[in-house]
C-alpha cells in the first residue's frame, strides 16, 4: 500500500482545510488508517484513526470536536475534515496505515504541511 497525503496550505486561524489520502493498492479498504502530525521539536501525534470499514473513530482531545475522518474504499481516500483552526495545529501531517499498533504502522505517506497564523 502506497500513501500520498495532499490538502495542506496556509490559512488564518478559525479556518478549515481539508486533508486527503490517496491510497493505492486492492488491500487498503482492509486497513484502518490513521493521521499523524509532527510540529518542529515535537513529537509525533495520533491526532484521528477510522477503522476499515468507517463505522470506528478515534480523535486526540486536542482536535476532538474540530477535526472529523471519514473514507471512501471506493475511491482508496481518506479525508480528514479540519475546522476551527489554532495556531498550535500547525504541522506536517500525513497518514498511515497498518496491520499492527501505530507506534510502527506498516505503511506511511509522505506529509503535507498545514500552517495555521494567527
Known amino acids: 500500500v502506497q500513501l500520498q497525503a495532499s490538502g495542506g496550505g496556509l490559512v488564518q486561524a478559525g479556518a478549515s482545510l481539508r486533508l486527503s489520502c490517496a491510497a493505492s493498492g486492492r488491500a487498503f479498504s482492509s486497513y484502518p488508517v490513521a493521521w499523524f502530525r509532527q510540529a518542529p521539536g515535537k513529537e509525533r501525534e495520533l491526532v484521528a484513526t477510522?477503522?476499515?470499514?468507517?463505522?470506528?473513530?478515534y480523535y486526540a482531545d486536542s482536535v476532538k470536536g474540530r477535526f472529523a475522518i471519514s473514507r471512501e474504499n471506493a475511491k482508496n481516500t481518506v479525508y480528514l475534515q479540519m475546522n476551527s483552526l489554532k495556531p498550535d495545529d500547525t504541522a506536517v501531517y500525513y497518514c498511515?496505515?497498518?496491520?499492527?499498533?501505530?507506534?510502527?504502522?506498516?505503511?506511511r505517506g509522505q506529509g503535507t504541511q498545514v500552517t495555521v497564523s494567527s
Open positions: 477510522i477503522s476499515p470499514s468507517g463505522t470506528g473513530t
Open positions: 498511515a496505515a497498518t496491520s499492527g499498533t501505530w507506534s510502527s504502522p506498516n505503511y
